[in-house]
């Protein structure tokens, strides 16, 4: 099956700097890496994604890259704010299938 | 808005009993999904839906048993807690079958402690 390791487990960044999260997977059939945010007490929610026909996606502040042949794929936050302060869950899921494969979780503070 | 609800957010058991864990969505999505996640550990799946009484394991499904008789409600039964379930429960669902890459709805999660 697939293998999603993230990096780091906890980061924590002062207001305005820039936050960066990775993630590997081992799989080379995974083609869909969603990216969650889970604030205190909720469940996840989707905060960006990317297909493995793109190398990188852009909202906002938020911005994930990915290197298919690396097998590796990345969050960027810049400007941090203390509202991005949660917990953040890389994903991978294989083309045909329903499972998603999730990573262990970064828990990123940012200091006023 | 989408919603996903499930049935508490605290729970206390002994060990022994059994357990019942509701989640239900309002979206008619086709899959439905029970994870557990703890600390270090991410996300882990433990049983899947795609269909009405249709089910399928995950990674970790040994303990856990599911129902989906309604397309809008999936059941996660703990037929003897033990101790070594205590976790948080995160139920979600997604729309579509095959390769579709449909973003999965959470739910706020069931904290479950086994005593």
């Known amino acids: 099956g697939e293998n999603v390791e993230q990096h780091p487990s906890t980061l924590s960044v002062q207001e305005g700097d820039s936050a960066v999260i990775k993630c590997t997977y081992s799989?080379?059939?995974?083609?869909?890496f969603p990216w969650y945010k889970q604030e205190l007490g909720k469940g996840p929610q989707l905060i960006i994604d990317?297909?493995?026909?793109?190398g990188e996606k852009k909202d906002q502040r938020i911005a994930v890259t990915l290197n298919k042949t690396a097998k590796h794929f990345s969050l960027h936050i810049t400007e941090t704010q203390p509202e991005d302060s949660a917990v953040y869950f890389c994903?991978?899921?294989?083309?045909?299938?329903?499972?998603?494969?999730f990573g262990s979780g970064t828990k990123l503070n940012v200091k006023p | 808005d989408v919603k996903v609800t499930q049935s508490s957010r605290y729970l206390v058991k002994r060990t022994g009993e059994k357990v019942f864990l509701e989640c239900v969505q309002d979206?008619?999505?086709?899959?439905m999904f029970w994870y557990r996640q703890d600390p270090g550990l991410g996300l882990r799946l433990i049983y899947f839906?795609?269909?009405?009484?249709?089910?399928e394991k995950g990674d970790i499904p040994e303990g856990y048993s599911v129902s989906r008789e309604k397309k809008e409600r999936f059941s996660l039964i703990l037929e003897s807690a033990s101790t070594n379930q205590t976790s948080m429960y995160l139920c979600?669902?997604?729309f579509g079958r095959g390769p579709g890459a449909y973003e999965q709805y959470f739910g706020p999660g069931t904290r479950l402690t086994v005593t």
């Open positions: 990317i297909r493995s026909n793109v």
């Open positions: 994903a991978a899921r294989k083309y045909n299938f329903n499972k998603f494969y």
């Open positions: 979206m008619d999505h086709e899959n």
């Open positions: 839906s795609y269909d009405v009484k249709m089910k």
């Open positions: 979600a669902s997604s």
């Open positions: 799989d080379s059939a995974s083609n869909y």
